[in-house]
């Protein structure tokens, strides 16, 4: 499935719709062939037991690394 796509199903799911995870540069979101949707971190900064698939939702996370562009300044 197109990334894009998976995140606007997740976006979709209430506990996922509230995750840090869904606005971070270092997610995957994974869908099932059975429609169920799943955040993967890829985040290199993580320690080695940091789970690969974080509870959901999750509200805060040291490691989050915004996908939004950086302003640019004038
Ligand atoms: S680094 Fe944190 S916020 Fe980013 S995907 Fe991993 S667990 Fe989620």
Do not use: N
């Amino acid at each position: 499935m197109d990334p894009k796509a998976a995140d606007l199903l997740a976006c979709q799911q209430p506990l996922l719709a509230q995750s840090v995870c869904l606005r971070c540069l270092d997610h995957r979101t994974i869908v099932s062939g059975k429609g169920s949707v799943f955040m993967l971190c890829q985040s290199q900064q993580t320690p080695s037991q940091w789970p690969k698939y974080p509870p959901q939702p999750l509200r805060q996370c040291g490691y989050f690394r915004s996908d939004e562009p950086e302003p640019v300044a004038d």
